[in-house]
């Protein structure tokens, strides 16, 4: 069965330093959502992505979050400033169509800030 | 705004008992329910959905329940295993993509 793949698992850093976590999407899918869970918390929506555009996007992707789709295959979600909060699971999904069809997870990279 | 609530937050059953974990949505835009299971240190993984045109789905030993009125939904889990144990979350879908999680309810299933 096809899985949304994410690297790297862990990813330790120091605060203030910028971050790339990557995911690979199942290959037909066309729309990619990254989420994030604080230890011990529920799973949070930052963004959704499109034909190459933010959907939509939470109060907590401000302007140190970005996210691209640099080819056929990864998107990317990019911290540039981390801060110790930022310290969470990062979850990418992604499902085949929008609206109301099923969003599949990758396994996460758990971010440390130190 | 929007939000969904979940209870009970644990819930502890002998094997081969029901569980039912419940949910409420506050948007009667909602229109997509699904439920995720997420064991330590693992993925949120998908177990069923329902959409708002149903009011009950089934698959295997759980089915879902969806009360569009009074904006609840609840997942049922019948003759439960020591596997069954996990985190489960709600979740709720409104116009747009995001999906609105519950805040978990831990399921241990006892042999």
């Known amino acids: 069965e096809p899985e949304v793949t994410q690297t790297p698992s862990h990813q330790v850093t120091q605060m203030g330093q910028e971050v790339i976590l990557r995911c690979v999407p199942i290959s037909n899918h066309l729309y990619f959502y990254w989420y994030r869970q604080i230890l011990g918390q529920k799973v949070e929506f930052l963004v959704s992505?499109?034909?190459?555009?933010?959907?939509?996007k939470s109060e907590i992707f401000d302007d140190q979050f970005s996210v691209e789709r640099p080819d056929g295959s990864n998107f990317t979600l990019k911290i540039r400033s981390t801060k110790l909060e930022d310290s969470a699971m990062y979850f990418c999904?992604?499902?085949?169509?929008?609206?109301?069809?099923?969003?599949?997870f990758g396994d996460g990279t758990r971010l440390s800030i130190l | 705004g929007e939000n969904v609530e979940q209870h009970p937050s644990t819930l502890s059953v002998q094997e081969g008992d029901s569980a039912v974990i419940k949910c409420t949505y506050s948007d009667s835009a909602s229109n997509y329910f699904p439920w995720y299971k997420q064991e330590l240190g693992k993925r949120p993984q998908l177990i069923i959905d329902?959409?708002?045109?149903?009011g009950e789905k089934k698959d295997q030993r759980i089915a879902v329940t969806l009360n569009k009125t009074a904006k609840h939904f609840s997942l049922h889990i019948t003759e439960t295993q020591p596997e069954d144990s996990a985190v489960y979350f709600c979740a709720a879908r409104i116009d747009t993509d995001k999906l609105i999680f519950g805040t978990g309810t831990r399921l241990q299933v006892f042999p």
């Open positions: 329902i959409r708002s045109n149903v």
């Open positions: 999904a992604s499902s085949e169509l929008g609206g109301g069809q099923p969003q599949h």
């Open positions: 992505f499109y034909n190459n555009e933010i959907s939509e």
